[in-house]
């Protein structure tokens, strides 16, 4: 089965691509991992990403979908994938279709902004260790110190409300019209993400078995 996972940053894409990819035995795909498994690897397209990021630009659209095509010709993808991270746009989505990658489904986690924030800018991490911690879900024994190791607990700067709340307004321009193309295609399935990540979870499968 080949799959697509959209969703808001903050909506649990990557927890359940994993465990989508448990269940079925077929590979994640993040386009941040393999853009750095290129760029280690020194592929032809790697390189070329790597030129642009010295540059401190960002990486074109031809140059992260030819990285995705490279990885999507390996053996373990024959059974299908999961692309989480990508396509982020139309154009992506269109590149896509363009190479004969047939996609099955195309499942969109959907959580409130509001959610969303409070999941995000509660995240504290540890600056030793960087053991997880969260202002409402998980909080440390003592506020503000890791229970593991004593280390301070940080907010890192993409949590921060105010970078959080650009990324969505960011998603919601570019990457929420993938919603129409995909539904136009007869292969988008939305999933209302709960509180609980297994209620999630078995929503998300009920979406790839309908």
Same mark, same amino acid.
């Given at each position: ?24 035995? !077929?590979?994640?795909?993040?386009? %941040? ?6 760029? /280690? $690897?020194?592929?032809? +397209?790697?390189? @070329? ?66 959610? !969303?924030?409070?999941?995000?800018? %509660? ?6 260790? /960087? $053991?997880?911690?969260? +202002?409402?879900? @998980? ?72």
């Amino acid at each position: 089965m080949k799959l697509i996972l959209l969703g808001a940053p903050g909506a649990g894409k990557g927890t359940q691509a994993e465990n989508i990819c448990n269940k079925l035995n !077929i590979p994640a795909i993040s386009t %941040g991992n393999i853009i750095r498994a290129a760029l /280690a $690897n020194g592929t032809e +397209m790697g390189l @070329k990403a790597k030129s642009y990021m010295d540059a401190g630009q960002l990486v074109p659209d031809e140059v992260v979908i030819g990285i995705i095509q490279e990885r999507l010709k390996e053996d373990d993808c024959k059974n299908g994938f999961i692309l989480d991270g990508f396509p982020r746009t139309i154009p992506q989505a269109q590149a896509l279709e363009d190479m004969g990658i047939e996609i099955d489904r195309v499942v969109d986690i959907e959580v409130p902004d509001e959610t !969303i924030t409070s999941r995000l800018s %509660g995240r504290r991490v540890c600056e030793k260790c /960087a $053991n997880s911690y969260h +202002m409402i879900y @998980k909080f440390p024994k003592v506020e503000g110190i890791c229970d593991a190791c004593g280390g301070k607990l940080i907010q890192r700067k993409d949590d921060a409300p105010e970078t959080v709340k650009a990324r969505l307004v960011e998603y919601h321009a570019m990457t929420e019209p993938l919603k129409d193309f995909y539904e136009k295609l007869g292969k988008l399935r939305i999933v209302e993400g709960q509180e609980k990540v297994e209620d999630t979870t078995k929503l998300v499968f009920e979406a790839l078995e309908d």
